[in-house]
């Protein structure tokens, strides 16, 4: 059975840090990228940035660059994703979600294109 779970999230004020967690099981974590998804209260889904474990590819999305930084960990089959200087914007629900041999540096993240996804976690930064 395929499972994304995500883990981490909270509540913090404005200016400080989340590390967000992503477990993965049930599928070659080899073969997939793992990307962040991200959707706040009435708007659309943004990709905030994705990582190809088997040769450490990476993207961010505008809003999140030099704030936010993607990692993995390909012997425990998890994904990180370190979160600082965070911003009341940055308040949404973040998805964990992976995609057959997905990510590339120069192409925004496309949600449909993503074949596994987790159930959520809850990231609220307060001003």
């Known amino acids: 059975e395929v499972q994304l779970v995500e883990s981490g999230g909270g509540l913090v004020q404005g200016g400080g840090s989340l590390r967000l967690s992503c477990a993965a099981s049930?599928?070659?974590?080899?073969?997939?990228?793992i990307g962040w998804f991200r959707q706040a209260p009435g708007k659309e889904r943004e990709g905030v940035s994705c990582?190809?474990?088997?040769?450490?590819?990476?993207y961010y999305g505008d809003s999140v660059k030099g704030r936010f930084t993607i990692s993995s960990d390909n012997a425990k089959n998890m994904v990180f994703l370190q979160m600082d200087s965070l911003k009341p914007e940055d308040t949404a629900v973040y998805y964990c979600?992976?995609?057959?041999?997905?990510?590339?540096?120069?192409?925004?993240?496309?949600?449909?294109?993503?074949?596994?996804w987790g159930q959520g976690t809850q990231v609220t930064v307060s001003s």
């Open positions: 979600a992976a995609e057959y041999y997905g990510c590339y540096s120069g192409s925004v993240m496309s949600g449909w294109a993503y074949d596994y």
């Open positions: 990582i190809r474990s088997s040769d450490g590819t990476t």
């Open positions: 049930g599928f070659s974590f080899d073969d997939y990228a």
